[in-house]
């Protein structure tokens, strides 16, 4: 036998995207065990199984219209109120899961990250893809509400995949940002709920964005959320032109940029003593 001895250790890394989606594309099939293995966590043991993904949305809705739709009254723009605000509930729920499962991710494998060495961001990463089967349950159940109304799909349907992109890159941009944090300072796992229900009453989901303001729109724009879900609704079911204006789209970019730049930033600074806190 040989007395050889093999150290495996991190390669050189920059911060350039390449680099980033080498990493996590060399360890790809570990991504889809971590992803797969919460799937199997988060539903082991339960009587309805996966469905618990169709029931939470549908819960939620059905509260939504009766609360804001029945009692409230609140527009609709023209839309029945379920599908105006399932349209929204299906990429909030998941960026909701994505932050939940994420802010964990690090902390969770603190017994795989002291042993074996792996790109640290494919723990958030799998948090996403597991936020994505539901999101793509969620749109499901988008599809047959809406032909169940006979709602048409609109005629700006080809802008959805941009505001698909734009919500993919605020999960992971606000993911990657948790779970460093977390891994630092667990006090963020019980701040999260209270910061998501804030953020979801200041994200135009039970309500149409034209309900806000003028004065008040330019700050609006500075919560990523509102571009990805007001667009998205907009380009499914909507004819007509798009309320947010072109500087506001491009102020929420700008903001989806940065999160992303500063989160991957801050997550390779602390990667150095992750070992040291987890």
């Not at 309320?243 to 930033?265: D, E, K, N, R, Y």
């Amino acid at each position: 036998m040989s007395d050889t001895i093999k150290i495996i250790q991190p390669a050189k890394k920059g911060l350039g995207f390449p680099a980033i989606w080498m990493a996590i594309w060399q360890y790809r099939e570990l991504l889809w065990v971590l992803a797969l293995r919460d799937i199997r966590i988060r539903y082991k043991q339960t009587a309805v199984g996966i469905a618990w993904a169709v029931v939470q949305p549908l819960t939620t809705l059905l509260i939504f219209s009766m609360v804001f739709g029945r009692l409230a009254h609140l527009p609709s723009e023209g839309l029945p109120y379920p599908v105006f605000c399932l349209a929204a509930l299906a990429p909030w729920l998941a960026f909701q899961r994505a932050l939940m499962q994420s802010s964990l991710s690090l902390v969770l494998l603190s017994s795989m990250i002291s042993k074996v060495f792996f790109p640290r961001l494919v723990a958030p990463f799998a948090s996403v893809i597991i936020a994505a089967i539901d999101y793509l349950i969620g749109m499901a159940c988008l599809v047959l509400l809406a032909l169940w109304y006979q709602v048409p799909l609109g005629p700006h349907w080809f802008y959805f995949p941009f505001f698909f992109l734009m919500g993919f890159l605020v999960c992971v941009a606000a993911s990657v940002w948790l779970s460093m944090l977390n891994a630092h300072y667990r006090d963020v796992q019980f701040v999260l709920p209270l910061l998501l229900q804030v953020w979801l009453y200041v994200t135009p989901v039970a309500y149409p964005y034209a309900l806000i303001p003028d004065k008040w729109k330019m700050l609006y724009a500075l919560n990523p959320m509102v571009l990805v879900i007001e667009g998205g609704r907009w380009s499914l079911f909507s004819e007509g032109t798009f309320a947010i204006s072109p500087p506001l789209v491009w102020a929420s970019v700008a903001v989806v940029i940065g999160m992303l730049i500063t989160g991957l930033i801050f997550f390779n600074q602390g990667e150095k003593t992750l070992v040291d806190v987890v």
